[in-house]
């Protein structure tokens, strides 16, 4: 790993003064896996720099992590130096006032903005402007399915992606024929459409007032098309994450998933290994486009050495060979641009049967839409899957249902 000791990453290129790289420093971070591989493998390569930095990581699951988080900014105790924040709890943790502004010096972190996919910096920021996380890596949406399952019912790729309406089609026929589920949850649609059709600046769920936005085409769109791969009978009722989740890839039950293109390294890891070779990318149906997660890097206020955290933050998010490094470690797709520009990127993928399926996702990360995020996206959320229950499982009607999220989430986030 000579590229990591170049001089230009020498002490005073990164910023740390020379008194503070004569110290003895202990920097905790605080991660969840897979996340949590990304620092694993950071450490060493970091300490080769800055021998007198040891680095403390504290690891937990994805849900108890945010969980502690969340907690420890409320209180202010138990803060690590650097915390870990998924792209679902960014909006929270930015609203919260306990994280360090990243945009103010002396982090002065919005030089770099443009070194980094473009949709990652508005995921990062209050309604104020404030900037709490540095984006670490993406997860430009991906459709994955089985080819082997989609040849023998006689249904191409372009069926499957050429519109949502050909999607639900494809599904009927490769059910008919291989018995199979055309994907895990009719809820997939859901999630993808509403994310799908918005312009740089416009949230998922409410406008810039704060204003709820569910009631609208947009989001009846989406509930009709997974009303009608419900009423199709081409999806698993699974929700992601199960067990009957992973069964189903293992038991060839599933012939599609749409997700982060960090899902290849999963399918090739641990879901369905077995599968190599069977499996392909495409870009997701009817021309989405839409990021599934990301990670980010921040600084809590009363973190005990921010000056340490924010160096070891620089070296995870704006160093290519890291990038790269972890790229290549655990599928990471990275945030930065140059990375993106990596020969990596142009290496076929065994377990997809050889396809070159990093060109289709460093196409997707180019463009998604920059959007807003809110403090209450979770709670919105929560509330929007209620309705689509009741229209999946109950025949609620549709206008009624999105009448009564609306309803709901107005009044539960009264500002």
């Known amino acids: 790993?000579?590229?990591?000791?170049?001089?230009?990453?020498?002490?005073?290129?990164?910023?740390?003064?020379?008194?503070?790289?004569?110290?003895?420093?202990t920097i905790s971070v605080a991660s969840f896996p897979d996340l949590d591989r990304g620092i694993k493998l950071a450490i060493p390569l970091y300490k080769k720099l800055h021998p007198n930095v040891e680095i403390k990581l504290t690891s937990l699951a994805y849900a108890d992590h945010h969980t502690a988080m969340t907690t420890a900014l409320a209180t202010g105790a138990n803060l690590p130096d650097v915390m870990a924040v998924d792209m679902g709890f960014i909006g929270k943790f930015a609203e919260s006032g306990?994280?360090?502004?990243?945009?103010?010096?002396?982090?002065?972190a919005l030089q770099y903005r443009d070194k980094v996919a473009r949709f990652t910096y508005p995921l990062a920021m209050s309604g104020q402007g404030v900037m709490v996380g540095m984006p670490v890596d993406i997860g430009p949406g991906a459709l994955f399915y089985r080819k082997d399952l989609l040849d023998k019912a006689g249904?191409?790729?372009?069926?499957?992606?050429?519109?949502?309406?050909?999607?639900?089609?494809?599904?009927?026929?490769l059910k008919a024929a291989t018995g199979a589920w055309l994907l895990a949850s009719a809820v997939d649609i859901k999630d993808i459409y509403i994310r799908s059709d918005l312009k740089d600046g416009e949230g998922v769920y409410?406008?810039?007032?704060?204003?709820?936005?569910?009631?609208?085409?947009?989001?009846?769109?989406?509930?009709?098309?997974?009303k009608a791969a419900r009423d199709a009978g081409i999806d698993g009722k699974i929700g992601a994450w199960?067990?009957?989740w992973s069964e189903g890839f293992k038991r060839d039950k599933i012939a599609s998933q749409m997700m982060g293109a960090w899902l290849a390294g999963h399918l090739n890891n641990w879901l369905a290994p077995e599968s190599k070779g069977k499996w392909r990318s495409a870009q997701l149906p009817g021309g989405a486009f839409g990021s599934w997660g990301g990670s980010f890097y921040g600084v809590p206020k009363k973190a005990q050495n921010k000056a340490a955290a924010w160096d070891f933050i620089k070296f995870l998010t704006t160093t290519k060979e890291m990038q790269?490094?972890?790229?290549?470690?655990?599928?990471?797709?990275?945030?930065?641009?140059?990375?993106?520009?990596?020969?990596?990127?142009?290496q076929p993928i065994e377990y997809l049967g050889g396809q070159k399926a990093r060109q289709l996702w460093k196409v997707a990360a180019g463009k998604i839409s920059a959007m807003d995020v809110d403090k209450f996206d979770p709670v919105a959320a929560e509330v929007v899957n209620a309705e689509l229950e009741n229209v999946l499982e109950k025949n609620k009607d549709i206008k009624a249902a999105l009448a009564d999220a609306q309803a709901a989430v107005a009044k539960r986030v009264r500002r």
């Open 324 to 346: 790269i490094e972890a790229f290549r470690g655990f599928d990471a797709f990275p945030s930065l641009i140059e990375a993106q520009n990596d020969a990596f990127i142009d």
């Open 242 to 244: 199960s067990n009957e």
């Open 98 to 108: 306990g994280m360090e502004d990243l945009a103010k010096a002396p982090y002065n």
């Open 1 to 25: 790993m000579k590229a990591f000791l170049k001089p230009v990453l020498g002490a005073l290129a990164l910023g740390l003064s020379a008194a503070a790289m004569a110290q003895n420093v």
């Open 155 to 173: 249904v191409s790729e372009a069926d499957l992606t050429r519109s949502w309406e050909s999607y639900v089609e494809s599904g009927k026929k």
């Open 206 to 226: 409410f406008d810039k007032s704060g204003k709820p936005t569910i009631d609208n085409a947009r989001f009846r769109k989406a509930f009709e098309l997974a």
